[in-house]
């Protein structure tokens, strides 16, 4: 870890609530803390953050950052061998038990967006996303590797 990291640190006194959100480069969050304050003025807190955030955005997409974050690392494999697909439900669970919803369209770090319509790659199972920018298509697990992080597109449409 880099001392930059370290700047942005500060102590917690005893007249605050230590609430922590850590969120992965797939986009998956996990709140803790939350049982030292009432949750629905969590609720409320988180809520005035996210409109704060979003008024805060500029108009159009969000640009991707060209410099990886500090904190990056190479995705763990999905192990795409010992994974399930619910059809019915277009959900893949993949084998380290992460589950893929194939029904919304899914967001790349380079701003092109990937659906699924259906087909699986042959060897490995692995559900194939196509680009709706070009005529490309990845198995998901290389389009995760290549053009990642990926993420879930807000709304499902791009």
Same mark, same amino acid.
């Given at each position: 870890?880099?001392?930059?990291?370290?700047?942005?640190?500060?102590?917690?006194?005893? !007249?605050?609530?230590?609430?922590?959100?850590?969120?992965?480069?797939?986009?998956?969050?996990?709140?803790?803390?939350? #049982?030292?304050?009432?949750?629905?003025r !969590?609720?409320?807190?988180?809520?005035?953050?996210? #409109?704060?955030?979003?008024?805060?955005?500029? &108009?159009?997409?969000?640009?991707?950052?060209?410099?990886?974050?500090?904190?990056?690392?190479?995705?763990e494999a &999905?192990?795409?061998?010992?994974? !399930?697909?619910?059809?019915?439900?277009?959900?893949?669970?993949?084998?380290?038990?992460?589950?893929?919803?194939?029904?919304?369209?899914?967001?790349?770090?380079?701003?092109? !967006?990937?659906?699924?319509?259906?087909?699986?790659?042959?060897?490995?199972?692995?559900?194939?996303?196509?680009?709706?920018?070009?005529?490309?298509?990845?198995?998901?697990?290389?389009?995760?590797?290549?053009?990642?992080?990926?993420?879930?597109?807000?709304?499902?449409?791009?």
């Amino acid at each position: 870890m880099t001392d930059d990291l370290f700047a942005h640190a500060r102590l917690v006194d005893f !007249t605050e609530h230590p609430l922590v959100l850590l969120v992965d480069t797939e986009g998956n969050a996990e709140l803790h803390g939350e #049982n030292t304050i009432c949750p629905i003025r !969590t609720a409320a807190l988180l809520r005035v953050i996210a #409109n704060d955030l979003i008024a805060s955005h500029p &108009l159009g997409r969000c640009a991707p950052s060209t410099e990886a974050p500090i904190w990056s690392r190479p995705p763990e494999a &999905l192990h795409p061998e010992a994974g !399930t697909l619910d059809r019915a439900r277009k959900l893949w669970t993949d084998g380290t038990g992460h589950v893929w919803d194939l029904s919304v369209p899914w967001g790349d770090a380079y701003g092109d !967006t990937w659906r699924w319509h259906g087909t699986l790659e042959s060897e490995s199972g692995v559900p194939i996303l196509r680009c709706d920018q070009w005529k490309g298509e990845h198995p998901l697990d290389v389009l995760r590797a290549g053009r990642g992080p990926i993420a879930p597109v807000l709304g499902g449409a791009a």
